[in-house]
């Protein structure tokens, strides 16, 4: 069975910085391009970033709102993503979800407030 | 990036066919064969439906179709259920080698 677990969620301080992990199971993690994705409180989804295999490269790209702040990086030998984020605003509270594109994790709540 | 143009809400009833639009630029859905469409009941985590405009994974019914026309992207859900109620997003890659969210659309089973 697929599972997806996010987890280091949490409330942070504008400004401040907060790094989220997902541990994957159940599929070659390996050969996966894993995505992050957030959601604000009754909002929609948004695309965060993306980390490619490492045989693809294991290049990222990120969503604009993102870019310079946050930071998507792999440990195939423990199967887990992570989400690397900093300078941290209000406008980043969200639950943020990983996903291999076919299965998503059930999502980790980010609080931004002072 | 600009998220993809969704309406905001569809109804139908039980039965009946529906079909939610998802327009983006010829940079987005009209460039590439990369639509997706997601699934999201309240309080639970998306679900992919259909990947590549039409494909659909191992396990999602049959009543859920993909197709796309230029710059627009459809989701049709044949024989609506009273489960279909959920929100649905597509997605689609973008020649800046990101991906991008519609906005997102309402089913309510009348």
């Known amino acids: 069975e697929v599972q997806l677990v996010e987890s280091g969620g949490g409330l942070v301080r504008p400004g401040g910085s907060l790094r989220l992990s997902c541990a994957a199971s159940?599929?070659?993690?390996?050969?996966?391009?894993m995505t992050w994705v957030r959601q604000a409180p009754g909002k929609g989804l948004e695309w965060v970033g993306r980390i490619k295999s490492n045989a693809a490269g294991g290049t990222s790209d990120y969503a604009a709102p993102v870019r310079g702040r946050f930071s998507i990086s792999r440990d195939d030998s423990i199967n887990t993503l992570y989400l690397q984020m900093s300078s941290l605003q209000t406008e980043d509270t969200a639950v943020y979800y990983c996903?291999?594109?076919?299965?998503w994790g059930q999502g980790t709540l980010v609080t931004v407030s002072s | 990036q600009s998220a993809l143009t969704q309406p905001a809400s569809v109804s139908g009833s039980p039965g009946q066919s529906i079909t939610i639009s998802c327009t983006g630029t010829s940079s987005d859905v009209g460039g590439y064969n990369y639509v997706s469409w997601y699934q999201q009941h309240p309080g639970k985590a998306p679900k992919l439906i259909i990947y590549?405009?039409?494909s659909r994974p191992s396990g999602v019914s049959n009543r859920f179709s993909g197709s796309k026309s230029g710059n627009t992207a459809s989701l049709t859900i044949s024989g609506l259920q009273a489960e279909d109620e959920a929100d649905y997003f597509c997605?689609?890659?973008?020649?800046?080698?990101?991906?991008?969210f519609g906005t997102g659309t309402k089913v309510t089973v009348l």
């Open positions: 590549d405009v039409s």
């Open positions: 159940g599929f070659t993690f390996t050969d996966a391009w």
């Open positions: 997605s689609s890659y973008t020649s800046s080698t990101t991906d991008v």
């Open positions: 996903t291999s594109g076919w299965s």
